[in-house]
């Protein structure tokens, strides 16, 4: 990060609590990011969360639902977080000196535990990737080593013999995920990508010790490309697929023993020790993608969940909302008050379905529904109007199938994902 932008986006941290690590990570990172309508993500770790909300509490108490507030406070605030979610707790739309924030609040032990042991493959995934750290005296930073080791042994698993460095930056990009609930619907496809592109330098100064390391083991060959950008051979060999393995993290060697079976070495010391038992690269290679895949689906299931309890429907809902969707670039939906409405999308290019609940659980004909918005591959905006009835108003890509639009009749109606979006 340029130090001219360091001190803004860290000034958030004068109104809190005090942390004992706390980091900067996403599109904020990015050196020609000078929008300041993109919101700033940080990780905090404190030693007692609950502590330090009920003193966040005091100090911020517009950062929190208003409802959570009144319920149990800081004691509840922490129970979802721990018990439904995967430890951590967001407080989204923060505004402070014309700049949006989001913090994640997490138990500095259990920071700890999922960077070494990749209990949950959540938090550990965030630091894989780019971030500015700006409190840590936990020496977060030395712990993290053996967290990006773990990364770039499971990528290199993976991969295939030949690949460029911006190949194996996406990939250990791409682990953390797999299987991700908001990939499916509300994140942008091409995010992994844009990460990597965007901050391919930094990426550089966390990663090249480590293929360095690799090559002087003789697991790589390396050599430059005219762009000074590396390209990768890799020894695909069991001995070396063996020593990758033994890098990753306890977690995931068990699941493995479960999985592949284990046999007995003896390590340095003469104990024996069990170990996964490895027959190919390519069947570790797909025992450890389902084993990640399966980690971070669940956790990311828990997280989406805990954070529509503990921040209220509309921060929650707003969040989904502020993400870029894969299909559509932009889009809004407006609706009178108080009302509910499901943004209904498919995988299908140009299809898309909106219908409007309004006040109750049981569905009603809206008296106006609009939404604008631009669909990616298509040169017209699409837009339109429902009228008391139910019918489209100058709604030229859409056909009338009930209190809804759709484009494409044809697809298939489980294809759809329902999302919530509108305020309540």
Not at 245 to 256: D, Q
Not at 342 to 364: A, E, H, Y
Not at 396 to 409: F, I, M, Q
Request: charged share 20%.
């Amino acid at each position: 990060m340029d130090d001219e932008k360091r001190p803004g986006l860290a000034c958030l941290l004068e109104t809190l609590p005090a942390v004992e690590f706390g980091c900067i990570y996403g599109s904020s990172l990015h050196p020609n990011n000078s929008d300041k309508t993109s919101m700033v993500d940080y990780i905090l770790g404190v030693a007692d969360p609950e502590q330090w909300h009920a003193e966040n509490l005091k100090m911020n108490r517009n950062h929190y639902a208003s409802w959570i507030i009144q319920l149990g406070g800081a004691r509840l605030i922490t129970g979802v977080a721990e018990n439904i979610g995967v430890g951590v707790h967001f407080n989204p739309f923060v505004s402070h000196q014309n700049q949006m924030f989001k913090y994640g609040v997490v138990r500095a032990r259990d920071l700890v535990q999922d960077i070494l042991e990749w209990e949950r493959f959540y938090l550990s995934g965030r630091l894989q990737k780019p971030v500015n750290v700006v409190v840590d005296s936990l020496e977060i930073e030395k712990l993290n080593s053996v967290n990006l080791k773990a990364v770039t042994s499971a990528a290199l698993l993976i991969m295939p013999s030949n690949f460029s460095e911006e190949e194996l930056y996406a990939k250990i990009c791409s682990l953390s995920y797999m299987g991700d609930l908001r990939m499916l619907f509300a994140e942008d496809k091409n995010k992994v990508k844009k990460i990597v592109q965007g901050q391919f330098h930094l990426f550089q100064r966390m990663y090249t010790p480590l293929l360095e390391e690799l090559a002087a083991r003789d697991f790589l060959r390396i050599s430059s490309s005219a762009d000074k950008k590396l390209n990768i051979i890799q020894d695909c060999g069991l001995s070396t697929t063996c020593s990758l393995v033994s890098h990753l993290p306890s977690t995931v060697r068990s699941k493995m023993r479960i999985k592949l079976g284990e046999g007995k070495t003896m390590d340095e010391s003469g104990r024996a020790v069990q170990k996964v038992l490895i027959r190919s690269k390519e069947e570790a290679a797909y025992c450890v993608h389902k084993i990640l895949r399966q980690k971070v689906m669940v956790s990311s299931a828990r997280q989406a969940v805990a954070g529509l309890v503990t921040s209220g429907a509309v921060h929650g809902l707003k969040y989904l909302a502020s993400r870029p969707s894969p299909k559509y670039t932009s889009w809004e939906v407006v609706t009178p008050r108080p009302s509910i409405v499901w943004f209904i999308k498919s995988d299908v290019l140009s299809t898309m379905t909106v219908s409007c609940i309004l006040g109750s659980s049981s569905p009603r004909t809206p008296t106006s529904c609009s939404l604008r918005g631009h669909a990616l591959g298509l040169s017209t905006p699409f837009g339109g109007t429902l009228n008391s009835q139910g019918y489209p108003v100058n709604h030229p890509l859409a056909e009338l199938r009930g209190p809804s639009c759709t484009v494409d009749a044809n697809t298939p109606k489980d294809h759809f994902l329902r999302i919530p979006i509108a305020e309540l």
